[in-house]
């Protein structure tokens, strides 16, 4: 810290130039970005700041007052981004410690005693590196304790500059011990590394403040996905809603004329059978038993229909009391095969209670028609017409 050549001076002033700009991006982030820690990154980096400045004006100025400063800013500087990391890796706020505000004049005392007792600076930042290897530590073991989920690229670039702190604090430690010693016995001991040193901090500081920035923005970048993720379910869900029948969970008839547009689903080129279904004798129920057995009715037809299909096949609640059945690479005779239990007279459910009717049975009548070769909008409504008519036809025969 006490060399002063070109490299070292342009590094200082380049380090707090990057504090600066730093401890504003995190201040302006922690009015856009409700985090607590933005607000404590923040106030390390303006800690920061002020000891990089401190240290500068010694070097241009002179004077131990700027020593008091440097030390009491490097304090708060680690106890701000401890705090910080802190509450990041907990992912909630922490309540700040007690001391940090009150304690401010305490520090202030403690390093005004510590300062006279080293006559080189060397010495002075000697002890301080220990101080600083052993905060950069504790920040590492903190953000250690993290959930997986937050480990992220800017977590591990943040433990990264971190581990590469402490471990270069460390080494200035015996260092600028061995200078300081040197000097006060009148050698004129140097290490030429430590001519870098200063572009030494300021690498791993960058490194560590662009893992903080990188954080914030992975995290809005996770919630942003999480909210886009849940408008997409939820625009999914409400366009399923719309094409199902509230009343039968059957689909409606949007849902037939959206899959009649996308030809999803529909027998292109092979067998396939269309059915139409109607429940016998609704009206009769409605009037005597009133529409809340009417509705009761028409859930218990769905539902005897939908036991008798496949996953395949496709259900549609064509009107009042009338199904529509898509059975896709079945034949005529397969197909009446499947909907014979629904015939005229078949039981498939109690009818309600004072439905009129002298049968303890409620009764469809069904139609069916093929599909064969190209399917077209054309070919489909033809067939329903061709199972509405054979549909009506068999009602008509149940009759008496």
């Known amino acids: 810290m006490q060399n002063t050549d070109a490299i ?156 590469w702190l402490t471990v270069q604090f460390l080494v200035y430690v015996p260092l600028y011990l061995l200078e300081g ?23 791993g500081q960058l490194l560590l403040g662009f893992g903080m920035l990188v954080v914030p923005a992975e995290e809005t970048h996770r919630e942003l996905a999480a909210a ?13 809603q719309a094409h199902l029948d509230p009343l039968t969970g059957a689909r409606n008839r949007r849902a037939f004329q959206a899959l009649l547009e996308s030809a999803e689903g529909l027998p292109a080129g092979g067998r396939g059978a269309l059915a139409m279904i109607d429940l016998d004798h609704l009206k009769e129920i409605n009037d005597t038993a009133g529409h809340s057995a009417g509705d009761a009715a028409i859930c218990a037809a769905a539902e005897a229909i939908r036991r008798l299909l496949r996953d395949s096949d496709l259900l549609f609640r064509w009107g009042g009391d009338e199904f529509l059945a898509l059975l896709p690479g079945r034949g005529r005779a397969e197909a009446e095969a499947l909907l014979a239990p629904l015939g005229a007279g078949t039981q498939f459910g109690p009818a309600p209670p004072g439905a009129g009717r002298p049968e303890s049975h409620l009764h469809l009548a069904w139609g069916i028609a093929e599909l064969d070769g190209a399917v ?8 329903i017409a061709r199972a509405d008519q054979a549909m009506y036809a068999m009602r008509a025969a149940s009759r008496p």
């Open 8 to 163: 070292s001076s342009v590094a200082v002033t380049a380090h707090a130039a990057c504090a600066l700009l730093l401890a504003l991006t995190f201040a302006y982030l922690s009015r856009l970005l409700a985090r607590p820690y933005l607000r404590r990154w923040a106030l390390a980096w303006a800690c920061l700041l002020a000891a990089i400045l401190a240290v500068r004006c010694f070097i241009a100025f002179g004077g131990r007052g700027f020593w008091v400063v440097y030390l009491v800013a490097e304090w708060y500087f680690l106890a701000a981004l401890l705090v910080g990391c802190r509450e990041l890796a907990r992912g909630e706020a922490a309540r700040p410690p007690r001391f940090l505000v009150p304690g401010l004049p305490a520090a202030a005392i403690l390093a005004g005693m510590l300062v006279p007792f080293f006559t080189d600076f060397n010495l002075l930042f000697s002890m301080q590196a220990a101080v600083l290897a052993a905060g950069f530590a504790a920040t590492f073991a903190v953000l250690g304790r993290a959930p997986a989920e937050r480990h992220t690229v800017g977590f591990h670039l943040m433990r990264a500059a971190l581990g």
């Open 181 to 203: 010693l040197g000097r006060l016995h009148g050698e004129r001991l140097h290490f030429a590394w430590l001519s870098y040193s200063s572009l030494a901090d300021l690498c």
């Open 228 to 240: 886009v993720a849940g408008l997409r379910a939820a625009r999914d869900q409400l366009a399923e």
């Open 376 to 383: 077209t909008e054309a070919a489909i409504h033809d067939a």
